[in-house]
């Protein structure tokens, strides 16, 4: 499985992708205005620093704009994935830019049947949000798997790329399901590194070590 950050933070996307965590980068709007920068200069400065697909997001709703906001973005760089909402308008842009060899991601999916169409359509990556399902007590984990059931069903080629995860569970559930990528912040990442008996079995370690009065270096 593929690990994305979902961040426009480039000190913690890279913090991560000196360890070899970051297979992808994915942002949208409200990750651009939180990171404060303007959009061209964070994205061009994302892609050079990753290697693997990096989501920029349009923020037109008529399909027109759309496909002149995706290929300006797919301009910044070779390994832009040009993100666009599941409207008809992100469809049919969709539909545009990937027949012009542009990498699509199709966010904002919260059905198995806009994931069909997404599919349909070209997506090279859909995006359904898992905690905002479950934000609504609607099971997130439900449609990864319902998704992942149908895309094997007829061989369709759009990667699962989980979005909205919120905790280490939703990472381990899309693991099990099968999900292509998950996209996760920095800190849900860092995170699946916690478990309270690696703490106590480690601090169990350090207070015998110290009664050898022994060191290594
Ligand atoms: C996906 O690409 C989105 O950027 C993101 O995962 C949304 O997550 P949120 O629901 O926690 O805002």
Known sequence: MKFFVDTADVAAISELNDLGFVDGVTTNPSLIMKSGRDI?????????????????????????????????????????????????AGLKTCKTLTDEGRMVNVTLCFSANQAL????AGATFISPFIGRLDDINIDGIDLIADIRTIYDNYGYGTEILAASIRTVNHVSDCARIGADVITAPPEVLKKLASHPLTDAGLATFMADWAKTGQKIL
């Open 40 to 88: 061209l200069e964070v994205t061009k400065e994302i892609c050079e620093l990753i290697d693997g697909p990096v989501s920029a997001e349009v923020t037109a709703v008529d399909a027109d704009e759309m496909i002149a906001e995706g290929r300006k973005l797919a301009k910044i760089a070779d390994n832009i994935a040009v993100k666009v909402p599941l409207t008809w």
């Open 117 to 120: 169409l997404a599919a349909k």
